[in-house]
Nanobody
Framework: VQLQASGGGLVQAGGSLSLSCAASGRTFSNYAMGWFRQAPGKEREFVAAISGSNGSTYYAPSVKGRFTISRDNAKNTVYLRMNNLKPGDTAVYYC?????????????????WGQGTLVTVSS
């Protein structure tokens, strides 16, 4: 499975940005997908995840209500819509795939990772 993340950029605080992650493979609909982020000098942390079966979603408390994860199985793509961005959201954002349908918040449970896309939020 190969993952290609895109959509990062520079945005002012309060603004919005959408990330996309295109996946290879014919069984994408069976995979749980997640977004993680890593700020400079910090550990990579969970942001959001979506299951591969019923589309259940999970969010980190810091982004709940501002970010929305979704997927289009016909396009083998997962999205992260980010609204009301804050300077603290500045990080490299990574998409990840888990070869089971059950989504988790645990970084080590994901099997494949994309290359990351940088999101910078200015104050």
């Amino acid at each position: 499975v190969q993952l290609q993340a895109s959509g990062g950029g520079l945005v002012q605080a309060g603004g919005s940005l959408s990330l996309s992650c295109a996946a290879s493979g014919r069984t994408f609909s069976n995979y749980a997908m997640g977004w993680f982020r890593q700020a400079p000098g910090k550990e990579r942390e969970f942001v959001a995840a979506i299951s591969g079966s019923n589309g259940s979603t999970y969010y980190a408390p810091s982004v709940k209500g501002r970010f929305t994860i979704s997927r289009d199985n016909a396009k083998n793509t997962v999205y992260l819509r980010m609204n009301n961005l804050k300077p603290g959201d500045t990080a490299v954002y990574y998409c990840a795939a888990r070869v089971t349908s059950l989504a988790t918040m645990i970084r080590g449970s994901y099997d494949y990772w994309g290359q990351g896309t940088l999101v910078t939020v200015s104050s």
